[in-house]
């Protein structure tokens, strides 16, 4: 079992930069697939980015170029760093485990407004 729990979620202005964590816990955090995914109001959950144990990154086409993931095996963490917010990326976030199955964490919401 492996729980995810992220932080740094909040309100923000557009064009505002902003760091979300997760902390895994587990002992097999340095093999797993990390990701990211957002739910906004309405809409279905859509993949952010994900990077594998050997660090091999893929992102969503809306988060390239603003958005980067990265990870600290050695604080079971990983981030996501956004910068240049739109109202568009207001959403609840959700990291993701990933080793044979998924694991999610409880999500934490961001909110792009003027």
């Known amino acids: 079992q492996v729980q995810l729990v992220e932080s740094g979620g909040g309100l923000v202005q557009p064009g505002a930069s902003l760091r979300l964590s997760c902390a895994a816990s587990g002992s097999k955090f340095a093999i797993s697939t990390m990701g990211w995914y957002r739910q906004a109001p309405g809409k279905e959950r859509e993949l952010v980015a994900t990077?594998?144990?050997?660090?091999?990154?893929d992102y969503a086409d809306f988060a390239k170029g603003r958005f980067t993931i990265f990870r600290d095996n050695a604080k079971n963490t990983v981030y996501l760093q956004m910068s240049s917010l739109k109202p568009e990326d207001t959403a609840i976030y959700y990291c993701?485990?990933?080793?044979?199955?998924?694991?999610w964490g409880q999500g934490t919401q961001v909110t792009v407004s003027s």
């Open positions: 993701t485990s990933q080793i044979l199955k998924m694991y």
């Open positions: 990077i594998t144990a050997s660090s091999r990154i």
